[in-house]
């Protein structure tokens, strides 16, 4: 089972900030948040990855709150392009077995002109 | 440079034949994983090896093996294929960080 949960989708337009909420109730200590992006036809691509407080990269952010039951992936002025399902990981660098590699059902962001 | 290539991208097959779906990997990773991703989109790990060791798999029917010549390739072999095997298989590879590098996927369709 995944050990995640997340909107099954969301809308948004151009030019807007677009943050996503993963739920992680049962988080491990040694569990990191892992996100990914899939297009169509595609493997997912990573995005970000963080254990907590904030991370950002040239493409997102990543808030995790002091008790890391949830986190939230911020997309900053979507494009079209951004459209793409987008998945949330929990799981440990080594060892966390098969639960930190289950993809759950991911919210499918639709970014509107 | 594709990092992580699967072959082949496209396959369909009858019922009940054998097939095969090779993967290579060239980013130096010790762990790679073969996963499927159903008409739902549910993508469901497979199996994972590291440096040519099973150590996840995940209740996959016997038909389904796995095979690692060496720590770059994961092949998966499907024998007696059933409609329901129909799907994207995706192999992926990781290193300590825990980011999975997927392949472009093969699908396969089972007529």
């Known amino acids: 089972l995944a050990k995640t949960t997340q909107p099954i989708s969301m809308d948004s337009y151009e030019g807007q900030e677009v943050n996503i909420t993963c739920s992680h109730n049962?988080?491990?200590?040694?569990?990191?948040i892992t996100w990914y992006q899939q297009f169509p036809s595609q493997g997912p691509r990573f995005i970000i990855q963080?254990?907590?407080t904030k991370v950002t990269n040239e493409v997102a952010s990543l808030f995790i709150p002091a008790d890391r039951k949830s986190s939230t992936l911020s997309l900053p002025r979507v494009s079209l392009s951004d459209t793409a399902v987008y998945y949330c990981l929990v799981g440990a660098y080594s060892g966390g077995g098969a639960d930190g590699l289950t993809f759950g059902k991911g919210t499918h962001l639709i970014i509107q002109p | 440079d594709t990092a992580v290539s699967q072959t082949p991208k496209y396959l369909v097959t009858q019922m009940g034949n054998d097939k095969s779906i090779k993967c290579e990997q060239n980013?130096?990773?010790?762990?790679m994983y073969w996963y499927k991703q159903d008409s739902k989109k549910f993508l469901k790990i497979m199996f994972s090896y590291n440096n040519k060791e099973l150590i996840i798999n995940e209740t996959v029917p016997n038909r389904f093996s796995p095979k690692s010549p060496d720590k770059a390739h994961l092949n998966l072999h499907i024998n007696s294929l059933e409609l329901g095997d129909s799907a994207v298989y995706f192999c992926a590879s990781s290193q300590w960080t825990g980011e999975l590098f997927f392949g472009e996927g093969s699908r396969l369709t089972v007529l």
């Open positions: 980013l130096g990773h010790d762990t």
């Open positions: 963080g254990y907590k």
């Open positions: 049962n988080i491990a200590t040694n569990d990191y």
